[in-house]
């Protein structure tokens, strides 16, 4: 059965806790496989690219391909493989000015591949967009900013160095021992 745009917000905004969005939890990892493994497959391939009309089905999309990946292959390369088409449609959204529509919480989702992205240049916006609405959100604002400092410093992620068989340079080695990263 093919999951609407509609069942994945209500999925994500609805059924799991806000502590779910972001902790390791084997359970909720194994119940977005289940549920969107073919949702995301095909957003993946542009067969959901039709969402991207609006600023709820923009969403839908960019939770599909930036988050549940990172939930149902947790700890191995495809847990990042959509991160470019998901950078895609947030760019797409932020142009027509999607985001502005969208509540706080359903925005900072909206704007989190800026903050997945290894280009300074989206991790500049990353920290603009959180910036603006740190009021609204200031935990967004504060872990925009903690994600720039590894790629100015070093042009990528360094904890995901191991994941994707990238060699780690010593610099990268010493500021992982007291930087914890993001996955």
Not at 3 to 30: C, K
Not at 105 to 113: A, D, E, H, T
Request: hydrophobic share 40%.
């Amino acid at each position: 059965m093919r999951d609407t745009q509609q069942e994945i917000i209500h999925f994500w905004f609805g059924e799991l806790e806000p502590q779910q969005w972001f902790q390791s939890s084997p359970a909720v990892d194994a119940e977005i496989l289940e549920r969107f493994a073919l949702t995301h497959e095909m957003a993946d391939d542009g067969l959901c690219n039709h969402w991207a009309v609006d600023a709820e089905g923009s969403l839908a999309l960019v939770i599909v391909l930036d988050q549940f990946p990172r939930h149902m292959y947790r700890g191995q390369p495809k847990s990042f493989a959509s991160d470019e088409r998901a950078l895609l449609i947030a760019k797409q959204a932020v142009h027509k000015g999607f985001d502005q529509i969208l509540e706080p919480v359903k925005r900072g989702f909206l704007y989190l591949p800026f903050q997945h992205s290894e280009a300074l240049s989206d991790q500049t916006k990353s920290v603009e967009l959180f910036g603006a609405m740190a009021e609204d959100n200031p935990a967004g604002d504060m872990y925009a900013k903690r994600h720039y400092v590894p790629i100015e410093k070093f042009g990528r992620f360094p904890h995901r160095n191991e994941i994707l068989g990238r060699e780690s340079t010593e610099e990268e080695i010493e500021f992982l021992k007291t930087y914890k990263g993001f996955l």
